[in-house]
């Protein structure tokens, strides 16, 4: 069974860093492709940014490209995501999220199987 467990958020001024991970078992995620999604209160689960684990191939939502960056390390089976010139609109849950397999990269909530349990950012003004 896949288990991810996201740490590292925090709250931090606008314009700061922080580096979220998310430590993955119970596989082997080659074959799968890792995700970012954020739900601010009221909101619905938005796209962050995914990668594909074999290649390390990436897709970001316009509204964080340039400032956030996914990578991960196959060694420790844990993906990262890098945010810089942080927002007080970046503030939200972030969660990470996986599926195995497909074409392409997956957007939307209803298309990854496994999920963690979500760490919250808060950025201040």
């Known amino acids: 069974q896949v288990q991810l467990v996201e740490s590292g958020g925090g709250l931090v001024q606008a314009g700061g860093s922080l580096r979220l991970s998310c430590a993955a078992s119970?596989?082997?995620?080659?074959?799968?492709?890792m995700g970012w999604f954020r739900q601010a209160p009221g909101k619905e689960r938005e796209f962050v940014t995914a990668?594909?684990?074999?290649?390390?191939?990436?897709v970001y939502a316009d509204s964080v490209k340039g400032r956030f960056t996914i990578s991960r390390d196959s060694a420790k089976s844990t993906a990262y995501l890098q945010m810089n010139s942080l927002k007080p609109e970046d503030t939200a849950v972030y969660y990470c999220?996986?599926?195995?397999?497909?074409?392409?990269?997956?957007?939307?909530?209803?298309?990854?199987?496994?999920w963690g349990q979500g760490t919250q950012v808060t950025v201040s003004s």
């Open positions: 999220a996986a599926v195995q397999g497909g074409l392409g990269f997956p957007r939307t909530p209803r298309q990854y199987d496994y």
């Open positions: 119970g596989r082997t995620f080659s074959s799968y492709r």
């Open positions: 990668i594909r684990w074999n290649s390390g191939s990436t």
